[in-house]
C-alpha cells in the first residue's frame, strides 16, 4: 500500500478515536427558561472587579441595571485603574463604588477585589461577574432559581462574543479546556469554572473560605471550583443560552497577554490520561492539515492520487466540523472562520509556548498592568 495512503487512513483513525473523546466529554447543564418563577426570590449581592476597563464596563453596568429582578444591589470594586474607569463608573447611578483597598502580600488582584466586594455586601446570594460581561434581562432570575436546586455553586459557561480575525484562536483554547477538564465533570481533582459569572449562597461561600482560599491564584476560578469538588460541594456548570455575553479580547495581544498568563497553568493541573486527550485531537488537527497538502501536491497515478487525496479531504472536514461544532458552543453560530483552524491551531500553540516561557522560565506573568510571580 501507498505510505501516503496508509498515514491518511491511520489520520482517519486517529479523528475517529477524536470523535469519540469529544463524544464522551460531559456536557454541560441547561437552563429551564420557562419555569424560573420562585415563591420568595432572595436578596442578591453583584459584585464587579473592575480594573482598565474602560471599553466595557459601561454597557456591564447598563445591563446589570436593567436586570428584571426584585432586589438586588451592585457593587463596583474600583481596582486603582489607570485609564478612564474610575470616571466612567462614577457617573453611574444607582450602584455601590468601593476604592480596593491595598492589595497584601500574597494576593492577586481579582481576589483581592472579590473580597473586598463580599465584605462590602448584605445580601445572601452572592454574584461574582466581570466588567466585559452583558446580561440579559431574565439571566438573574434564570441562574437563581438554578441555583435554588443547586448545592450553592453555580458558574455559567457564557457566550463569548468575537469580532475580529485573531479572536477565533479562541475556538482551539477552548476546545482544549473542555477535553481536558472533561467538560461539566472534571476529572478526580480538577474542576473548571468561569470567572466571568460564579453565583454562591453566601453560607457556601463563607464555608469554602471565600476568595482567602483562592488568594494567591492566577486560575481562581478554577482552583474555586476544584477546591469545593474536594469538600463535596459540586459546582452546577451552565451552558449559557445567550443569558451573558462576553467579549474577553479586542485583538490577538490581548488574546496572548490573556491566555499567556494562565493557559499553561491549566494544563499543569489537568492529568495524564486528560492530557493525552488533548494531544490525541491536536495531533489528529495536525495530521489531517499537513497531509491533506502533501496529497494534493504528490501525484503519482491517477487512481491512487484521487484515494488518498480523497481520504485527505475527508480527515480535513471531520476537523473543520469538530471546530465549528466547538464555535457554535462558545459563540452560539458559526462561521466560515473554521475552515482556517490550521491557522488558529499554530496560533493556539504559539499561546501555549508562550504561557509555558512565562510560569516555567520567567516565573512571572503581567496582567492589568500588575506582575505576578508564578
Not at 278 to 298: A, K, P
Amino acid at each position: 500500500m501507498d505510505i501516503l495512503v496508509l498515514l491518511n487512513l491511520l489520520t482517519l483513525l486517529t479523528g475517529f478515536v477524536s470523535i469519540i473523546i469529544l463524544a464522551r466529554v460531559k456536557p454541560f447543564d441547561q437552563i429551564d427558561t420557562e419555569n424560573i418563577k420562585m415563591n420568595d426570590y432572595p436578596n442578591v449581592s453583584i459584585i464587579v472587579p473592575v480594573r482598565n476597563s474602560e471599553s466595557t464596563i459601561l454597557d456591564c453596568l447598563n445591563s446589570l441595571k436593567q436586570l428584571d429582578y426584585p432586589n438586588y444591589e451592585i457593587i463596583v470594586v474600583e481596582g486603582n485603574s489607570t485609564d478612564n474607569t474610575p470616571k466612567l463608573v462614577g457617573g453611574v447611578s444607582e450602584i455601590k463604588v468601593i476604592n480596593e483597598p491595598k492589595k497584601p502580600e500574597g494576593w492577586v488582584g481579582k481576589p483581592w477585589a472579590c473580597y473586598n466586594g463580599y465584605l462590602a455586601s448584605k445580601n445572601s446570594v452572592l454574584l461574582f461577574t466581570d466588567a466585559d460581561t452583558v446580561h440579559s434581562p431574565k439571566s438573574l432570575k434564570s441562574t437563581v432559581v438554578a441555583l435554588d436546586k443547586s448545592s450553592g455553586f453555580l458558574s455559567i459557561m457564557t457566550t463569548q462574543v468575537i469580532r475580529s480575525f485573531w479572536e477565533y484562536t479562541l475556538i482551539p483554547i477552548f476546545l482544549t479546556i473542555y477535553i481536558g477538564v472533561n467538560g461539566s465533570e472534571g476529572d478526580s481533582t480538577t474542576q473548571i469554572a468561569n470567572g466571568q459569572y460564579l453565583m454562591f449562597r453566601r453560607k457556601v461561600y463563607e464555608d469554602l473560605g471565600t476568595h482567602k482560599t483562592v488568594s494567591n491564584s492566577i486560575i481562581e476560578d478554577m482552583e474555586f471550583a476544584s477546591y469545593a469538588k474536594s469538600k463535596g460541594i459540586k459546582i452546577k456548570l451552565i451552558s449559557d443560552n445567550n443569558f451573558v455575553s462576553t467579549r474577553m479580547y479586542f485583538s490577538f495581544r490581548d488574546v496572548l497577554e490573556g491566555f499567556g498568563k494562565n493557559l499553561a497553568l491549566g494544563v499543569k493541573k489537568t492529568n495524564i490520561s486528560a492530557t493525552l486527550k488533548v494531544v490525541i485531537v491536536h495531533s489528529y488537527f495536525i495530521g489531517s492539515t499537513i497531509l491533506l497538502v502533501i496529497s494534493i501536491l504528490e501525484f503519482q497515478n491517477v487512481s491512487i492520487w484521487y484515494f488518498s487525496a480523497g481520504i485527505a479531504i475527508l480527515n480535513y472536514l471531520i476537523s473543520v466540523g469538530i471546530n465549528l461544532n466547538t464555535e457554535k458552543d462558545i459563540t452560539g453560530k458559526y462561521s466560515w472562520h473554521s475552515l482556517l483552524f490550521p491557522l488558529y491551531l499554530f496560533m493556539f500553540f504559539l499561546i501555549f509556548w508562550y504561557s509555558t516561557y512565562q510560569i516555567n522560565v520567567r516565573k512571572k506573568v503581567v496582567w492589568k498592568e500588575r506582575m505576578y510571580k508564578t
